[in-house]
């Protein structure tokens, strides 16, 4: 039938559930939807039509994007429950699910499928508890297509790979597709489809110029992680370890539409491990330099993969940020997740990064499971060593997918009650107990660890002298925002 719209991809809202009042006072970042715009473009480029909607940038509830949905009468719903952090792919199911629920409600003939990181990992039981008709399990590249194009000819859906679904009653699950090894021959995002205009960068991503954090964009250069954490779920979606990347020549194709079609400046690469293959970042930042763009950009690193060659290039890129993911100061801590980096580095690496100029977004995570109140201690201790420009203080989750999620399992300890509850600043967060305390001890230690570094005169004295009076006053703001916590969630 022509003009019928083959796929409707869609992201969903629920983000008020998710930060409490965080998003009252513009604090958080709108990300743009990567995964989403890929797909989408990877639909397109085979020639099939698609409609991109993200609830979250426009605001609506499960209701109103059903409705939309409703209006457009497309021949597939495919709901996409991913962000570009592999955090937000369980905490985003509850949003997910109620746009599935209100969308049965409608009782449209259209069928709804989940793909995601989440549903990747729990595909089985994602299609027992939502109101969807399949899930697509892996990164998606072939079973989207594929299952799209099963729906527009009525094929049968045993050929489509990596898809959960019900037959007589009975759920079935087909194997999954080899991973795409040459990531060039995707097409990039289909960011046309999207208000790019509209996506807000991180507070602390633009502490230089705090008043002006859209447009934002966020790209990859590589897919996967070759590293084990045990307390990360991103592999889940790949399969296992492992890292593919981009040619710098793709990519920088890209950043030039960003650039000249929608003003970018602040860009986020969501690569798990960015700073890991000199050869890689050296070409990727010399096509930026060439260009002379000013960019805002900030990657991940880790402590034992970057060296002063690849920093200097990459601050010269406009490179101005990195993530390191320092977690724990304490050895066995580090030792018990399988981190994979000497903490006696650290100070090195610090100090190194700080002399390229480039600002540090260092990241912790209180409650993993051999921690107890001195060890969380050491841990704030070392983020008041480093002094960083950033600092996120994260409560341990067992994110399904994640070895952490099974030893949760097999040892029996207890999980948040709902998705909702896997999200860091939801009221009802529940983190992960350890050996020593209980979920909601390590949030209150958490809790308070984020006030104290944040109101500590060393950080605010930093702040204002790296970046000005207006920056440490919005950071002094920030922190006269409590967060809602419920009471009596666990012991």
């Given at each position: 039938m022509a003009g019928v719209v083959d796929a409707v991809l869609v992201r969903p809202g629920g983000g008020k559930a998710l930060y409490g009042n965080l998003g009252d006072f513009a604090l958080t970042a709108i990300e743009p939807p990567l995964w989403a715009a890929l797909h989408a473009a990877c639909l397109r480029d085979q020639g099939?039509?698609?409609?991109?909607?993200?609830?979250?940038?426009?605001?609506?509830?499960?209701?109103?994007?059903?409705?939309?949905?409703?209006?457009?009468?497309?021949?597939?719903?495919?709901?996409?429950v991913s962000g570009s952090n592999p955090s937000a792919s369980t905490m985003s199911m509850t949003g997910a699910g109620a746009l599935a629920r209100e969308l049965a409600a409608l009782l449209l003939q259209t069928p709804v499928a989940m793909w995601g990181?989440?549903?990747?990992?729990?595909?089985?039981?994602?299609?027992?508890?939502?109101?969807?008709?399949?899930?697509?399990?892996?990164?998606?590249?072939?079973?989207?297509?594929?299952?799209?194009?099963?729906?527009?000819?009525?094929?049968?859906?045993?050929?489509?790979?990596?898809?959960?679904?019900?037959?007589?009653?009975?759920?079935?699950?087909?194997?999954?597709?080899?991973?795409?090894?040459?990531?060039?021959?995707?097409?990039?995002?289909?960011?046309?489809?999207?208000?790019?205009?509209?996506?807000?960068?991180?507070?602390?991503?633009?502490?230089?110029?705090?008043?002006?954090?859209?447009?934002?964009?966020?790209?990859?250069?590589?897919?996967?992680?070759?590293?084990?954490?045990?307390?990360?779920?991103?592999?889940?979606?790949?399969?296992?370890?492992?890292?593919?990347?981009?040619?710098?020549?793709?990519v920088i194709q890209e950043i030039d539409q960003l650039v000249s079609r929608w003003g970018v400046r602040n860009i986020k690469l969501m690569d798990e491990m960015f700073a890991l293959n000199e050869k890689h970042v050296t070409r990727f930042c010399d096509l930026i330099i060439e260009r002379g763009y000013q960019?805002?950009?900030?990657?991940?690193?880790?402590?034992?993969?970057?060296?002063?060659?690849?920093?200097?290039?990459?601050?010269?890129?406009?490179i101005n940020w990195l993530a390191y993911g320092f977690e724990s100061g304490n050895p066995e801590v580090l030792g018990g997740v399988a981190k994979g980096y000497r903490p006696e580095a650290v100070d090195g690496v610090v100090r190194m990064t700080y002399a390229e100029g480039i600002y540090i977004c260092a990241n912790f995570i209180f409650g993993?499971?051999?921690?107890?109140?001195?060890?969380?201690?050491?841990?704030?201790?070392?983020?008041?060593?480093?002094?960083?420009?950033?600092?996120?203080?994260?409560?341990?989750?067992?994110?399904?997918?994640?070895?952490?999620?099974?030893?949760?399992?097999?040892?029996?300890?207890?999980?948040?009650?709902?998705?909702?509850?896997?999200?860091?600043?939801?009221?009802?967060?529940?983190?992960?107990?350890?050996?020593?305390?209980?979920?909601?001890?390590v949030l209150a230690f958490r809790d308070r660890a984020f006030q104290e570094y944040f109101t500590h005169p060393q950080v605010l004295d930093k702040l204002a002298e790296?970046?000005?009076?207006?920056?440490?006053?919005?950071?002094?703001?920030?922190?006269?925002?409590?967060?809602?916590?419920q009471t009596g969630l666990g012991t």
């Open positions: 099939y039509s698609v409609e991109l909607l993200d609830a979250v940038v426009e605001g609506w509830d499960a209701a109103a994007t059903a409705q939309r949905i409703q209006a457009i009468n497309p021949r597939l719903v495919l709901i996409i990181l989440h549903p990747s990992a729990l595909p089985r039981r994602t299609l027992e508890e939502e109101a969807v008709a399949m899930v697509c399990q892996g990164e998606g590249f072939v079973t989207l297509p594929t299952l799209v194009a099963a729906v527009r000819t009525g094929q049968g859906l045993e050929r489509v790979p990596g898809l959960w679904y019900r037959l007589d009653g009975a759920i079935q699950g087909n194997p999954q597709p080899p991973l795409v090894k040459d990531l060039d021959s995707l097409p990039a995002p289909a960011w046309d489809l999207l208000p790019m205009e509209r996506y807000r960068a991180h507070n602390w991503h633009c502490f230089d110029h705090i008043h002006a954090r859209q447009p934002y964009a966020v790209i990859y250069t590589s897919l996967g992680c070759p590293f084990r954490c045990e307390f990360c779920c991103i592999n889940s979606i790949f399969g296992g370890s492992g890292i593919r990347y981009r040619s710098p020549d793709l960019l805002n950009i900030w990657a991940y690193a880790r402590v034992n993969t970057v060296n002063q060659r690849m920093l200097a290039k990459m601050k010269q890129a406009g993993l499971p051999d921690d107890d109140l001195a060890s969380m201690r050491q841990t704030l201790d070392l983020a008041l060593d480093i002094n960083a420009e950033w600092a996120n203080f994260y409560s341990a989750m067992a994110y399904p997918g994640s070895k952490l999620y099974q030893q949760a399992l097999d040892n029996g300890w207890p999980l948040p009650p709902t998705w909702q509850a896997y999200s860091q600043y939801a009221p009802d967060c529940l983190p992960l107990p350890t050996k020593h305390l209980s979920g909601p001890e790296r970046f000005g009076p207006d920056t440490a006053d919005h950071v002094r703001e920030m922190t006269q925002v409590p967060l809602a916590r």
